[in-house]
């Protein structure tokens, strides 16, 4: 017998709180929720062994463990297949490696919910905290994230900057030519030599 | 003390009912329970907050996320008492919704609405002075309904459950936010020393009542555990039932919503 997985009941409601968090912020997203109304999708994570089901309602996505009765449409797959449709978008349903049981246009609707839902920061603090602290603290949050973006860009270059010129474990190509030229010289030197003893020992070693 | 009486509590529709340990006549429970709040009602909040360390704010924050309430929406809050719920969902549904505060006692609904105008909310409150188990409102009426710690306090819990089913609009939800079965493993022993206690004594001490907090502990161990309030709900008419655990199960939201 296997044993799924399941989650505290109290993640299932903070995983729902935060989608609706997110929903709730997008009029779209709330608007296709409500054309949703009723339907459910079930998650079946094989690798986690963890079953999700989502209920859309008019006012947000109710998220549990399992559902009374069979869901509208089931997908099994692996976690990082139902990252790639539903959150990264980098693939649609219908070509993705998820098994897909029932309604697949409800699938796709459930998707695209997913795949859509955009969340703006700044109107988000701005209904909480007011438009003038909510200013500066979207600015520092703004700040931090691109200071976050740039280094993450630059942190390859800088490692190997720091490898090249400072610890001198790896060269750069112009070096590495040179070097490898002065090696090649060498070598054919070498060769050079070793012919010419070879030369001089068969003459020595003629019949006189 | 502390046992835990949920399995042997009598039926709500019985000629006698519990009121914490004791069974007294129905009529009795509605009256006691009365004298019991009108008593706490000065120093609620304060209590709330000595019992619970603060921790019941983060339980109703929850409720209140759970909850997802849209602006224009139309709430009840049953049993509202001082009215902390009240207060999160008004400033949620903005001018075009509509909240109404209800609680049966007189006491703790003057307070609330006291409080909620010394914070400024007012507008889209309403008040009303209700008995759970026949609430005065036209079927669907409100697109969410809540009960916060109020309903192990109604005579006829399912009989309130009803009528939450009968005036939650379809589509909405009823959410009940109520003491529980504790879940974690041993947390059942410490929460019966804290309960009967602890708690009795924050009573004597700060409320100078000791027999209500006695009432309180004891009526929380009368209450329906978490899989019977969600089967409770079922019966009820409500749909896609499901609960939350907090803070171990010493607490549980519940949540059904109307088919």
Known sequence: MTTRWTLPTAAYGALEIALNRYIGSDERALARCAELSGRSLQIDCSDLDLTLVFVATVHGMQVMAGAESPADVRLTGQSRDFARVFFAGEEGLSGSALRIEGDVGIAQQFARLFTAIDFDLGDWLDARLGPVPARFIGLGLRGAGAFARRAAATLPEDLAEYLREETRDVIGSREHAAFAARVNRLRADSEHLRTRIRRLAAHWQAPR | ?259
């Open chain 2, 1 to 259: 003390m502390g046992n835990d009486s949920r399995k042997t509590a009598g039926n709500d529709r019985d000629e006698t009912i519990d009121f914490g340990y004791e069974r007294v006549a129905r009529a009795d429970k509605k009256r006691r329970v009365a004298a019991v709040f009108d008593s706490v009602a000065e120093r609620y909040d304060l209590m709330n907050d000595l019992m619970s360390l603060g921790i019941h704010r983060a339980w109703k924050h929850f409720t209140l996320e759970l909850a997802a309430v849209r602006p224009g929406e139309k709430i009840l809050d049953l049993a509202g008492g001082t009215g902390d719920l009240t207060a999160g969902f008004a400033r949620r549904i903005g001018a075009d919704g509509c909240i109404t505060l209800s609680d049966i006692n007189t006491s703790m609904l003057r307070r609330g609405r006291d409080r909620l105008l010394d914070r400024g909310i007012a507008g889209n409150v309403d008040f009303v002075l209700a008995n759970a188990e026949q609430l005065p409102f036209a079927d669907d009426s409100f697109d969410c309904i809540t009960i916060g710690f109020g309903l192990r306090n109604v005579t006829d819990k399912q009989a309130a459950l009803d009528e939450m089913a009968r005036v939650t609009r379809p589509g909405g939800r009823t959410i009940v936010l109520e003491f529980s079965k504790p879940q974690l493993p041993g947390l059942p022993a410490l929460y019966d020393i804290y309960s009967f206690s602890v708690l009795p004594w924050l009573g004597r001490v700060v409320a100078d009542d000791e027999a209500s907090y006695r009432y309180l502990a004891e009526s929380i161990r009368m209450q329906p555990d978490q899989e019977a309030l969600a089967e409770m709900m079922r019966s009820a008419g409500f749909a896609r039932c499901d609960y939350h655990n907090l803070s171990g199960g010493i607490v549980a939201v519940h949540r059904g919503y109307k088919p």
